[in-house]
């Protein structure tokens, strides 16, 4: 690793504490539950897939790695 990427990892770790804090406290609930989130719940089976809320993880990751690379 080259010396700048040392603040980087720095920036993502408190990112993700921050992240996590707000997932703690409950602000974060919603994810998961939106509607095209599928999810069935069967006596033998639990099946989940979160179309909706991946989509919603893609888009506000390419927003932020389209900003980041404009710097």
């Known amino acids: 690793m080259s010396k700048g990427a040392g603040p980087w990892l720095i920036g993502l770790g408190a990112l993700l504490v921050l992240i996590g804090l707000i997932a703690w406290t409950g602000a974060l609930s919603w994810?998961?539950?939106?509607?095209g989130d599928?999810?069935?719940d069967k006596p033998t089976t639990k099946v989940f897939i979160p179309i909706t809320s991946m989509i919603i993880v893609s888009l506000v990751a390419?927003?932020?790695l389209a900003l980041f690379?404009?710097?």
């Open 31 to 35: 994810f998961g539950k939106l509607p």
């Open 38 to 40: 599928i999810r069935i």
């Open 62 to 64: 390419s927003l932020l």
């Open 69 to 71: 690379r404009r710097r």
